[in-house]
């Protein structure tokens, strides 16, 4: 089983911060590994939404589909594979936190064939790459003034 969760303060409004992570359109800007999303569900995000990325990792290019299965804007956003090699969930959540923003980031899933043997080293690698993530995603939103979303 791995499990992994990373947290970072961003000196940003909650609503902001949420509402940059959560899109999906967005993902490709500050995960380091994810080169591109596709939204495959019309309408604005809501529990149901898949959404398709594809993303470097291990040194293999994974393709994989993600659902939204719980979504509070603001608050939490849950995903689950729906499709992919490695079954995982994906948890965002958002409290305020001085006057910014702590933001939550984790991942859990049970590996199984390659993944299984990959899953020994894989939490370590995991956690180095979300500090990437959200020290780029608080780069991208700190270094604005006014963001567009």
């Known amino acids: 089983m791995v499990n992994v969760l990373t947290e970072i303060v961003i000196n940003r409004p909650r609503a902001e911060v949420a509402e940059y992570a959560a899109n999906p359109d967005?993902?490709?800007?500050?995960?380091?590994?994810?080169?591109?999303?596709?939204?495959?569900?019309?309408?604005?995000?809501?529990?149901?939404?898949?959404?398709?990325?594809?993303?470097?990792?291990?040194?293999?290019?994974?393709?994989?589909?993600?659902?939204?299965?719980?979504?509070?804007?603001?608050?939490?956003?849950?995903?689950?594979?729906?499709?992919?090699?490695?079954?995982?969930?994906?948890t965002y959540t958002w409290t305020d936190d001085d006057g910014g923003t702590r933001m939550s980031l984790r991942n859990s899933g049970?590996?199984?064939?390659?993944?299984?043997?990959?899953?020994?080293?894989?939490e370590p690698m995991i956690r180095r790459e979300n500090r990437k993530d959200l020290q780029k995603l608080k780069s991208i939103l700190e270094g604005r003034g006014q963001i567009r979303l």
């Open 26 to 90: 967005n993902a490709p800007k500050w995960y380091v590994n994810i080169h591109s999303s596709q939204r495959l569900s019309p309408g604005p995000l809501d529990t149901g939404s898949m959404v398709a990325f594809t993303a470097k990792f291990l040194g293999r290019e994974l393709k994989y589909t993600y659902e939204f299965v719980e979504y509070v804007p603001g608050e939490k956003l849950v995903m689950r594979t729906a499709q992919g090699p490695f079954p995982m969930q994906t």
């Open 110 to 122: 049970s590996p199984s064939g390659f993944s299984r043997l990959a899953g020994l080293v894989m």
